[in-house]
């Protein structure tokens, strides 16, 4: 995703000339403005919602399932993004706006298995709407086996940044998401991740962007022991005030 974007801020180009006659329409479930929409308070994952269904809407075959490369390269949800999300870089704002509509339900999200039939076997990241169709979709599709994990990076001490996920937020994960985390696990020490999620839930801040900029902090400034008790024990409280500018008001 790149933000070489030009959206003409303060200009003429800012104004909409109205809907065409006889454009396609999207069609909305009813939840979405009744139940969803309401719940939301993340602009990614509206737009991140509102673009899959679109993309979805546009699927011919049944059961509609749509690849997630083809929603995180849509170049209007990529200007929506940016839009909305200034703050945020926009690989950070998708894949925020994924998990969270993951997580509350609206989505379906699975690596599936691609090229069955070819010796080359691969797999791929698709996305369906959480409704009878797309649960079938999901269901009848090849899934990942379990055998492939045995592919993964080995996992550290203590259950590895998967399990201390789980741990502090309790919440499902996007592919992209695991891909994220194990990443990072490569790059940062297994303490530094441990007390960075303890720092988070501490926070009550459920969010990997959050925790990925007390990484970052560390790294760039270095870590500075005394910011916990005495002890430095996995449980012990951080300094609340010294990361709170990074939570999102």
């Not at 479930?29 to 719940?39: G, H, K, V």
């Given at each position: 995703?790149?933000?070489?974007?030009n959206h003409g801020h303060g200009s003429a180009a800012d104004r909409f000339e109205g809907f065409?006659?006889?454009?396609?329409?999207?069609?909305?479930?009813?939840?979405?403005?009744?139940?969803?929409?309401?719940?939301?308070?993340?602009?990614?994952?509206?737009?991140?919602?509102?673009?899959?269904?679109?993309?979805?809407?546009?699927?011919?075959?049944?059961?509609?399932?749509?690849?997630?490369?083809?929603?995180?390269?849509?170049?209007?949800?990529?200007?929506?993004?940016?839009?909305?999300?200034?703050?945020?870089?926009?690989?950070?704002?998708?894949?925020?706006?994924?998990?969270?509509?993951?997580?509350?339900?609206?989505?379906?999200?699975?690596?599936?298995?691609?090229?069955?039939?070819?010796?080359?076997?691969?797999?791929?990241?698709?996305?369906?709407?959480?409704?009878?169709?797309?649960?079938?979709?999901?269901?009848?599709?090849?899934?990942?086996?379990?055998?492939?994990?045995?592919?993964?990076?080995?996992?550290?001490?203590?259950?590895?940044?998967?399990?201390?996920?789980?741990?502090?937020?309790?919440?499902?994960?996007?592919?992209?998401?695991?891909?994220?985390?194990?990443?990072?696990?490569?790059?940062?020490?297994?303490?530094?991740?441990?007390?960075?999620?303890?720092?988070?839930?501490?926070?009550?801040?459920?969010?990997?962007?959050?925790?990925?900029?007390?990484?970052?902090?560390?790294?760039?400034?270095?870590?500075?022991?005394?910011?916990?008790?005495?002890?430095?024990?996995?449980?012990?409280?951080?300094?609340e005030s010294r990361y709170r500018h990074l939570i999102r008001e």
């Amino acid at each position: 995703m790149s933000r070489e974007l030009n959206h003409g801020h303060g200009s003429a180009a800012d104004r909409f000339e109205g809907f065409a006659p006889g454009e396609r329409v999207t069609p909305i479930p009813q939840s979405f403005w009744l139940e969803l929409l309401p719940r939301m308070n993340d602009p990614a994952e509206l737009a991140v919602t509102l673009y899959a269904l679109d993309g979805l809407s546009r699927v011919r075959r049944f059961p509609r399932r749509l690849a997630l490369a083809e929603l995180r390269n849509a170049r209007p949800l990529i200007e929506a993004l940016d839009s909305l999300c200034p703050e945020r870089e926009l690989e950070q704002a998708f894949n925020d706006g994924l998990s969270a509509a993951v997580e509350r339900g609206s989505l379906l999200c699975e690596r599936i298995q691609s090229n069955a039939h070819s010796p080359q076997v691969g797999w791929s990241d698709w996305i369906a709407l959480n409704d009878v169709d797309g649960r079938r979709a999901m269901a009848f599709a090849p899934s990942l086996p379990a055998a492939a994990a045995s592919l993964q990076p080995a996992q550290p001490r203590g259950g590895g940044i998967v399990q201390l996920w789980q741990d502090a937020f309790g919440t499902g994960l996007t592919p992209l998401l695991r891909d994220e985390l194990l990443e990072a696990e490569a790059r940062y020490p297994y303490d530094w991740l441990r007390d960075a999620f303890t720092e988070a839930a501490a926070q009550h801040v459920r969010s990997w962007r959050y925790v990925q900029r007390i990484l970052e902090r560390w790294q760039e400034e270095g870590r500075d022991e005394t910011t916990r008790t005495a002890g430095g024990g996995s449980g012990s409280r951080m300094d609340e005030s010294r990361y709170r500018h990074l939570i999102r008001e």
